[in-house]
C-alpha cells in the first residue's frame, strides 16, 4: 500500500542517501512529499519561512522516513521536523494524526557498528543495542515504548525489531530493497493515532 512520505534528514551527509530512498521508492516516488534535489534553496530565508514550508510538505503526509546519520544531531531542523511529525494539526475541517516514523541507518566506513553492535544475553540470546548518543532524545524516547510490551524473548525481555519501538531502526541496504515493508510497518503503527504505544511528542 503507498503512503505519503517525507524525509528528515542532514543535508551535508545524507544528501546521497536521500536521494537512493527516492529512487527506490519506485512508482511510489509519487507519494513523496519531502525535499528533492530539485527543491528550492531557502538557505537565505527567514526561520519562520523555512518552518512554513516544512509544515506544509510534512502535514500531507502519514509517514515519516528518518535518516540515522554520525552528525544529524547537529542539523537545526531533524528534531523539529520529527516533533512536528508527531503532531495532530488541524487545518479547515481536516486534522492530521501522528506519522508513523522510521529510522534508516546511514552505512559509514562501509558498515554499521558507528551506531549498532550486537549483545549476547545472560541466557543466550543475540540482541541488538545502539549508540543512543548520536540520535535526539526525541526519537530514544519513542524507543521501546510499546504498550504493552510484547517480548520476541520472556526470559532476556527482548522486543521485536520492528513492532517493539514506534520509532524502529533499519539498516539502509535493508530499507533500499524493500521500502514499502518498512513504510508499512511505521504506518500500522500510527493507526488509531498510535495505539499501543506510549508517544513523547516534544523534543
Not at 131 to 150: A, C, G, L, M, S
Request: hydrophobic share 30%.
Amino acid at each position: 500500500m503507498s503512503h505519503k512520505t517525507f524525509i528528515s534528514y542532514k543535508y551535508s551527509e545524507a544528501r546521497r542517501l536521500r536521494d537512493d530512498i527516492i529512487d527506490a521508492l519506485g512508482e511510489d516516488t509519487a507519494y513523496y512529499k519531502g525535499e528533492t534535489s530539485d527543491s528550492p534553496n531557502l538557505t537565505d530565508t527567514t526561520t519562520e519561512n523555512i518552518k512554513r514550508y516544512l509544515k506544509n510538505m510534512i502535514y500531507d503526509t502519514s509517514v515519516t522516513i528518518v535518516i540515522i546519520s554520525p552528525t544529524m544531531k547537529q542539523s537545526k531542523w531533524i528534531d523539529w521536523e520529527i516533533e512536528y511529525s508527531l503532531k495532530s494539526i488541524t487545518r479547515s475541517d481536516r486534522t492530521s494524526h501522528p506519522n508513523g516514523i522510521v529510522g534508516v541507518i546511514m552505512k559509514y566506513n562501509d558498515g554499521y557498528d558507528w551506531f549498532k553492535y550486537t549483545v549476547r544475553n545472560n541466557d543466550g540470546c543475540l540482541s541488538t543495542s545502539y549508540r543512543t548518543e548520536y540520535v535526539y532524545d526525541i526519537i530514544n524516547n519513542n524507543r521501546f515504548n510499546q504498550n504493552p510490551k510484547v517480548y520476541s524473548c520472556n526470559v532476556c525481555k527482548t522486543v521485536d525489531a520492528l513492532t517493539g519501538s514506534y520509532i524502529a531502526f533499519v539498516e539502509e541496504g535493508d530499507f533500499l530493497n524493500n521500502p514499502s515493508k518498512y513504510i508499512d510497518n511505521a504506518f500500522d503503527k500510527s493507526e488509531n493515532d498510535a495505539a499501543g504505544y506510549d508517544l513523547v511528542k516534544t523534543r
